[in-house]
């Protein structure tokens, strides 16, 4: 099991920016796809951003294209999500998810089924 661990959350005005990290406890993060999911209250989860173990093609949502980029460093075992622009409807609890099966290095997919490994959560508040 990997154990992912969270940061970077907080309390931001509309328009602003906050950058979210995942670090992961296994040695084998480089053959892991990774995603962010995000739940605001009162809501299903829902799929923000993948990306594959090598790094080189990346997925988002529509609500957050353009505005939201995944990245990873697979020296640090970490994940990112810059988060730009931010919405009021932004808000909601992220949690990053690990797929520990390696399915290729281009592989990625925003279905949570897939997923086997997922962070506590970092909370993420957009509002003036």
């Known amino acids: 099991q990997e154990q992912l661990v969270e940061s970077g959350g907080g309390l931001v005005q509309p328009g602003g920016s906050l950058r979210l990290s995942c670090a992961a406890s296994?040695?084998?993060?480089?053959?892991?796809?990774m995603a962010w999911f995000r739940q605001a209250p009162g809501k299903e989860r829902e799929f923000v951003a993948g990306?594959?173990?090598?790094?080189?093609?990346?997925i988002y949502a529509d609500s957050v294209k353009g505005r939201f980029i995944i990245s990873r460093d697979n020296v640090k075992n970490t994940v990112y999500l810059q988060m730009n622009s931010l919405k009021a409807e932004d808000t909601a609890v992220y949690c990053c998810?690990?797929?520990?099966?390696?399915?290729?290095?281009?592989?990625?997919?925003?279905?949570?089924?897939?997923?086997?490994?997922w962070g506590q959560g970092t909370q993420v508040t957009v509002s003036s």
């Open positions: 296994g040695r084998t993060f480089s053959l892991y796809a």
């Open positions: 998810a690990a797929d520990r099966n390696f399915r290729g290095s281009s592989y990625i997919t925003s279905l949570a089924e897939i997923y086997d490994d």
């Open positions: 990306i594959s173990s090598s790094g080189s093609r990346t």
